[in-house]
């Protein structure tokens, strides 16, 4: 069956350095890939898509990068800030149905 | 500005009821989706539906039916509520192309005791 893996241990950063979460997944090609934010208590908000045939995408901070080869994304946001503290969620369409299946989420923590 | 609303922010229900979620989109979206959240698990789809009264099961759908009756409205329904069914509930949808992502209820939390 397909996995969506993402590091389960919050990632610590430095107010102003780039952070990078990974999502890796398996026994699927997906035609596109998608990241999301989450904040406690609420649902998830969309970030940015990326298709199979692109290798990267960005917007504003944040550059996304995507391997079929390795079956692989990573998220970027470069010059991070506290309000980027959340939890991020990668998705994947494991349909022609767009039925979307999420990773179990990396919680991004920035200090000051 | 795209809505989805869920009918409760916070359920507290007995073990053995039988307990509806409501959530309304007023997109037009085709495609609706309901999950549960639960620490460490991440979100795990219950119960997925592309159109009126049509319904797939996701990985988690024992102890839980749908019903889509009209496409702005996606019901989910814990037939005999238990105390494992204590989760976050989180509704999603989307347009059902390509490419297109998906937007997400505010959640309910349901505490079963």
């Known amino acids: 069956s397909q996995k969506i893996e993402q590091n389960s241990e919050a990632l610590n950063i430095q107010e102003g350095k780039t952070a990078t979460l990974t999502c890796n997944y398996t026994n699927y090609s997906p035609a596109y890939l998608q990241w999301y934010r989450q904040d406690p208590g609420r649902g998830p908000v969309f970030l940015l898509l990326i298709r199979e045939n692109e290798k990267e995408k960005r917007k504003e901070r944040l550059k996304v990068t995507f391997d079929t080869t390795l079956k692989q994304s990573l998220f970027h946001i470069t010059a991070s800030q506290p309000a980027d503290s959340a939890t991020y969620l990668c998705a994947l369409d494991m349909s022609s149905f767009n039925k979307f299946y999420f990773g179990s989420g990396t919680k991004l923590n920035v200090k000051p | 500005d795209v809505k989805v609303t869920q009918s409760s922010r916070y359920l507290v229900k007995r073990t053995g009821e039988k307990v509806f979620l409501e959530c309304v989109q007023d997109m037009d979206h085709e495609n609706m989706f309901w999950y549960r959240q639960d620490p460490g698990l991440g979100l795990r789809l219950i119960y997925f539906s592309y159109d009126v009264k049509m319904k797939e099961k996701g990985d988690i759908p024992e102890g839980y039916s749908v019903s889509r009756e009209k496409k702005e409205r996606f019901s989910l329904i814990l037939e005999s509520a238990s105390t494992n069914q204590t989760s976050m509930y989180l509704c999603?949808?989307?347009?059902?192309?390509?490419?297109?992502?998906?937007?997400f209820g505010q959640g309910t939390r349901l505490t079963v005791v």
């Open positions: 999603a949808s989307s347009p059902g192309r390509e490419n297109t992502e998906a937007f």
